[in-house]
């Protein structure tokens, strides 16, 4: 296999992709993605989160324009969010739950920053007065610093003048359920953490915040729900024979060393979904997709082609981005030989 590039994202191995364990969903905590994206369809439950996770009161929040997904310029990676709302007041919240350690935390914020911004002013207006105050929240099942906190708070301030905030109105807020900084929080922000990890009954103190057994009550409904549950093993299942099916051909048999013939081709659409399928939602989560390329002995050109093609078509299903994915490529891989012919008719070299 080629080179690939280094991403500034992580995937979890190969073995964990395709011998992960069924998690019934009451087994379930907030930590995990289905019923962190369940629960937070409801805009109280947002609101709840954020007012336990910043020690702050909300009056209302509503959903922010376009809540989501966050295009960039074409070609350029755009970003999509857990949740994203607005409160009364005008403030902006993007929160993120984050269960594994990627390493990269710092960099995802900055970039996230930098798209929640630019769509809040338009084309020729002048001056910067619409950039609304902005709060990135990251909850995390691990401590990424190491310093034991269960809250850390980041905004830009003068090195000379520690004291003294730039004032550009954005926080960077990252949560540690793994705290042990006890007597330095509100014991709501602990018992809502440890709720996180734990999200159960048990995890609920009889002196605990209202609003933390509201929350509880909700996921309590969601973990009950019949239909959510039906809804939930259709979609493991899905998932399940995707993972079969990814193994049996790209992993056990390299795909049989036709993936690149087959793209070239258009002959292997289904193949191509499930890959797509893969890397969008390592994408999505800026999970490292290194191991995706081995397993499907892609080379960087591919690579390359193919999570742009994600990332333009966001909005297109897993099988009309593997359609546009191979239509791109063919005509990418024609103009290479193209080229190559050109030069080996003049005798001159492209290297």
């Not at 930590?31 to 609101?47: P, S």
């Not at 922010?64 to 709302?85: A, C, L, S, T």
């Not at 793994?178 to 709501?188: L, P």
């Not at 399940?240 to 795909?255: A, F, S, T, V, W």
Request: aromatic fraction near 8%; proline fraction near 2%; glycine fraction near 6%.
């Amino acid at each position: 296999m080629k080179n690939t590039k280094q991403l500034n994202m992580q995937m979890p191995d190969a073995e964990y992709v395709s011998k992960r364990a069924y998690n019934p969903l009451e087994h379930m905590n907030l930590m995990d993605d289905f019923l962190f994206d369940v629960a937070t369809v409801d805009l109280e439950t947002c609101k709840i989160i954020i007012e336990l996770s910043l020690g702050i009161k909300i009056r209302e929040i509503r959903w922010k324009e376009g809540q989501k997904v966050v295009h960039n310029i074409p070609g350029n990676r755009g970003i999509r969010m857990d949740f994203y709302v607005e409160d009364s007041e005008g403030r902006v919240f993007d929160v993120e739950m984050q269960k594994r350690n990627e390493g990269n935390i710092p960099k995802r914020t900055r970039f996230y920053q930098a798209l929640i911004d630019a769509p809040m002013l338009k084309s020729g207006e002048r001056g910067f007065d619409n950039l609304k105050p902005a709060y990135i929240i990251v909850i995390c099942g691990f401590d990424h610093y190491g310093y034991g906190k269960y809250r850390y708070t980041f905004e830009n301030c003068c090195k000379e003048i520690p004291d003294l905030s730039m004032g550009d109105e954005c926080q960077k807020i990252i949560l540690n359920t793994k705290g042990n900084n006890d007597d330095e929080v509100d014991k709501s922000l602990i018992d809502f953490l440890h709720y996180v990890d734990h999200s159960t009954s048990d995890s609920v103190p009889v002196d605990c915040d209202e609003r933390l057994k509201h929350l509880h009550k909700k996921i309590s409904e969601i973990k009950s729900n019949e239909q959510m549950g039906v809804s939930y093993m259709k979609m493991e299942e899905r998932d399940r024979l995707i993972r079969e099916e990814g193994e049996k051909k790209g992993i056990e048999k390299g795909i049989e060393k036709g993936m690149q013939k087959g793209i070239q081709k258009g002959e292997k659409i289904g193949e191509i979904k499930v890959l797509i399928s893969f890397m969008r939602k390592a994408i999505q989560k800026n999970e490292d997709i290194g191991s995706i390329v081995k397993a499907f002995d892609l080379d960087e050109d591919e690579t390359e082609k193919m999570i742009e093609a994600i990332e333009k078509h966001s909005d297109r299903t897993d099988r009309e981005i593997a359609e546009i994915f191979m239509e791109e490529y063919r005509r990418y891989i024609f103009d290479q030989e193209h080229r190559y012919a050109v030069y080996a008719g003049t005798g001159e070299s492209d290297r």
